[in-house]
């Protein structure tokens, strides 16, 4: 809960009830997604039965249940119905020798060379803004697979965090653009970077990833959010 300022490891929204300790990588069997599925409506606590998973391999990573840099704060909705087992990676999975076996897969291996296709707000090689962006109106969409696979296996576009997010995304764009006209060494240019840090800072009741996000698409590689923050935050 402190490392993660109380927010989810997934979706970035407040814990305000006790939150499930999530391994990342699936401590016992693993699936796959079959069919995303989708929120029903007015019953956000729910996905639809068109979401469907199978099963994959019979064991999970066993040896990573206790290991601290296997676990993350989630909210119960984004790993109960939705994360659940999943884990996918790049590479295919080896078949299971046994072809009667309801696992269609071999389980994980200590040292198999995997590369995961879920992000992960603590791995350095899976930096946000790569992999997703947002929309003025707080959409998410992926630019890489494994943006594409982290939104399908945690619902990230499900309509309840979307209609969440559309308030944070009109506010972070606008603050953005009156940023970006200011003149510079302006009062207004100081007034503006100040908003934008305070939405991005990772106490702020908006989407602070989101805003981090949406600098580092703007910006198209130009520089990095910690770059600007520190430019620009006040003591």
């Not at 990573?64 to 704060?73: K, T, V």
């Not at 994360?83 to 590479?91: A, H, Q, R, Y």
């Not at 992960?120 to 090689?125: I, L």
């Not at 702020?204 to 198209?220: F, H, K, Q, T």
Request: aromatic share 10%; glycine share 6%; charged share 25%.
């Amino acid at each position: 809960m402190e490392a993660q300022r109380h927010r989810c490891g997934y979706c970035e929204l407040q814990v305000t009830s006790y939150g499930d300790v999530e391994h990342y990588r699936p401590k016992s069997e693993i699936k796959q997604l079959e069919a995303v599925g989708e929120e029903q409506e007015n019953l956000h606590n729910l996905v639809s039965k068109s979401r469907k998973t199978s099963k994959m391999c019979e064991d999970g990573y066993w040896w990573l249940a206790y290991d601290w840099d296997n676990y993350l704060l989630s909210c119960t909705l984004c790993n109960r119905p939705y994360k659940g087992t999943l884990f996918p990676i790049k590479e295919q999975r080896p078949v299971h020798p046994d072809p009667a076996s309801e696992y269609p897969c071999e389980n994980p291996k200590q040292g198999d060379q995997e590369t995961p296709l879920l992000m992960n707000p603590f791995d350095p090689n899976l930096a946000p803004s790569e992999h997703l962006e947002f929309t003025e109106s707080g959409l998410i969409k992926h630019k890489t697979d494994t943006g594409k696979e982290t939104i399908d296996t945690l619902g990230l576009s499900r309509d309840s965090l979307n209609t969440g997010r559309i308030w944070a995304a009109k506010k972070i764009f606008q603050y953005f653009k009156n940023f970006a006209s200011a003149a510079p060494g302006s009062d207004a240019e100081k007034l503006f970077a100040s908003e934008i840090v305070s939405m991005g800072n990772e106490t702020s009741i908006a989407s602070p990833g989101m805003c981090r996000i949406i600098y580092e698409n703007l910006v198209d590689g130009q520089g990095t959010w910690e770059a600007f923050e520190n430019k620009w935050k006040v003591d």
